[in-house]
């Protein structure tokens, strides 16, 4: 049996024929779905390299094929291949028995609109509320309120058409997508709900002790990629330049590359904190991220559209007390003295204050974060994938 996976991500293949990434995925990333399927091919972007000095994550491994897209950035250069990867779709799948697509993305959307047209049984993994995503301030482009109708729209269409439906959240995504399962008790329609998360048991740490001075802090955020407003990063900048009239002075570490960095330091000039400020760049794997999550006190992430973040789950295993956004799944996550209203500059610097104020507090919520977190273990997520693979082996 095999399936197709259509993923959105950027990977690379060097002279060698191996393939890599400089982000999550993995070999063990796709190495998940062959705990139903015998051989999966990866549909994604991708493009050749010298070297993977840039990309140490090796994706390429025992029954894990690749097809290549083209590589592009952003809605118009994928308005300038669109047709050049529509008639590429069909050599994707031809060999296939089903599919997943892991949803909202413009290839995601291309994939599942051709392959549902063959008849055969396909899945979706619902990661982030669209919706959201692409609401007004948060992408750079003219096309932001057209993506945000159109994905919207298209996401609901899918979820009640889709044999199987998977969501990142427990509740929140299910209200808004619900998928055909919901009203029909047949066995070919079925949905689910796990994590992205890839935390393994080496990853968890003891709860916390913490002796605050009560001015000082340190808080870190982490984003894949900034490039876009939509994690927050402008407000946490904004909500220091309001502590520092109170001389709180936290310290702040952003993980993550991007075209916005600049931008974002110029905003930290303008406000008087960029001393506080420092952008570090990316991390390739777990353990940096374990590492740099462990020299910090606070993780504050105060994002604009969620499913269910991975990096929180993270920093909460790490026994980090967490801010963040009332968005989606994170109240599954997160009690309301951990949470702000999108965009509340002032909300999210009292917030602060009172974790900086309180260390007793601080330690609560790490125990209680750690707890949560192992909710979320790769074992435990494990055992509801394969669970819902196997559904749509069956019907294949």
């Given at each position: 049996?095999?399936?197709?996976i259509v993923i959105?991500?950027h990977?690379v293949?060097?002279?060698?024929?191996?393939?890599?990434?400089s982000?999550?995925?993995?070999y063990?990333f796709?190495?998940?779905?062959?705990?139903?399927?015998?051989?999966?091919?990866i549909?994604?972007?991708?493009k050749?390299?010298?070297?993977?000095?840039?990309?140490?994550?090796?994706?390429?491994?025992?029954?894990v094929?690749f097809?290549?897209?083209?590589?592009y950035r952003?809605?118009?250069?994928?308005?300038?291949?669109?047709?050049?990867?529509?008639?590429?779709?069909?050599?994707?799948y031809v060999?296939?028995?089903?599919?997943?697509?892991?949803?909202?993305s413009?290839?995601?959307?291309q994939?599942?609109s051709?392959?549902s047209?063959?008849k055969k049984?396909?899945a979706?993994?619902v990661?982030?509320?669209?919706?959201?995503?692409?609401a007004p301030?948060?992408?750079k482009?003219?096309?932001r309120?057209?993506?945000?109708?159109l994905?919207t729209l298209?996401?609901?269409m899918i979820?009640k058409?889709?044999?199987?439906?998977s969501y990142?959240?427990?509740?929140?995504?299910?209200k808004?997508?619900?998928s055909k399962?919901?009203?029909?008790?047949s066995d070919?329609?079925?949905e689910?709900?796990?994590s992205?998360?890839?935390i393994n048991?080496?990853?968890?740490?003891s709860?916390?002790?913490?002796?605050?001075?009560g001015?000082?802090?340190?808080?870190?955020?982490?984003a894949?990629s900034?490039?876009?407003?939509?994690k927050g990063h402008k407000?946490?900048?904004?909500?220091l330049?309001?502590?520092k009239?109170?001389?709180?002075l936290?310290e702040?570490t952003?993980v993550?590359?991007?075209?916005?960095?600049p931008?974002?330091?110029k905003?930290?000039r303008?406000?008087?904190?960029e001393n506080?400020?420092?952008?570090?760049?990316?991390?390739?794997?777990?353990?940096?991220?374990k590492?740099?999550?462990?020299?910090n006190?606070?993780?504050?992430?105060p994002?604009?559209a969620?499913?269910?973040?991975?990096?929180?789950?993270?920093?909460?295993?790490?026994?980090?007390?967490?801010?963040?956004?009332n968005?989606n799944?994170?109240?599954?996550?997160l009690?309301?003295?951990c949470?702000i209203?999108v965009g509340?500059?002032?909300?999210?610097?009292n917030?602060?204050?009172?974790?900086v104020?309180?260390?007793?507090?601080?330690?609560?919520?790490s125990?209680?974060?750690i707890?949560?977190?192992?909710?979320?273990?790769?074992?435990?997520?494990?055992?509801?994938?394969?669970?819902?693979?196997?559904?749509l082996?069956?019907?294949?």
């Amino acid at each position: 049996m095999k399936a197709l996976i259509v993923i959105d991500g950027h990977l690379v293949r060097t002279p060698d024929g191996k393939v890599w990434s400089s982000r999550i995925y993995n070999y063990a990333f796709f190495s998940r779905y062959l705990s139903a399927f015998d051989k999966v091919k990866i549909a994604v972007r991708m493009k050749n390299v010298e070297t993977n000095e840039l990309y140490p994550n090796l994706c390429s491994g025992e029954n894990v094929e690749f097809f290549s897209i083209d590589e592009y950035r952003g809605p118009k250069e994928y308005a300038l291949k669109y047709f050049k990867i529509k008639k590429k779709i069909e050599e994707s799948y031809v060999d296939c028995d089903c599919a997943i697509f892991r949803i909202p993305s413009s290839l995601g959307y291309q994939f599942c609109s051709s392959f549902s047209k063959t008849k055969k049984p396909y899945a979706v993994e619902v990661v982030i509320d669209p919706w959201d995503f692409a609401a007004p301030g948060m992408l750079k482009t003219p096309l932001r309120s057209v993506i945000r109708l159109l994905w919207t729209l298209k996401l609901k269409m899918i979820c009640k058409k889709a044999n199987g439906v998977s969501y990142v959240t427990k509740y929140a995504l299910q209200k808004r997508y619900p998928s055909k399962a919901k009203n029909n008790k047949s066995d070919m329609f079925f949905e689910s709900y796990y994590s992205s998360a890839n935390i393994n048991d080496a990853f968890y740490s003891s709860p916390r002790k913490f002796c605050n001075d009560g001015k000082t802090i340190k808080i870190i955020h982490i984003a894949n990629s900034i490039s876009n407003y939509v994690k927050g990063h402008k407000e946490l900048i904004e909500s220091l330049s309001i502590l520092k009239k109170d001389n709180i002075l936290p310290e702040v570490t952003f993980v993550g590359d991007g075209e916005l960095i600049p931008e974002f330091e110029k905003l930290a000039r303008k406000k008087g904190v960029e001393n506080q400020v420092k952008f570090i760049g990316k991390l390739s794997n777990s353990n940096e991220i374990k590492n740099e999550l462990l020299k910090n006190d606070l993780f504050v992430f105060p994002s604009h559209a969620e499913g269910l973040p991975r990096v929180l789950i993270e920093a909460m295993a790490t026994g980090l007390p967490c801010i963040s956004t009332n968005i989606n799944g994170i109240p599954e996550l997160l009690d309301d003295d951990c949470l702000i209203d999108v965009g509340d500059v002032k909300e999210l610097a009292n917030k602060i204050k009172k974790f900086v104020e309180n260390p007793k507090l601080m330690e609560e919520e790490s125990k209680k974060n750690i707890g949560i977190a192992k909710e979320y273990s790769e074992n435990n997520l494990q055992k509801r994938r394969k669970d819902f693979y196997n559904k749509l082996k069956k019907i294949a």
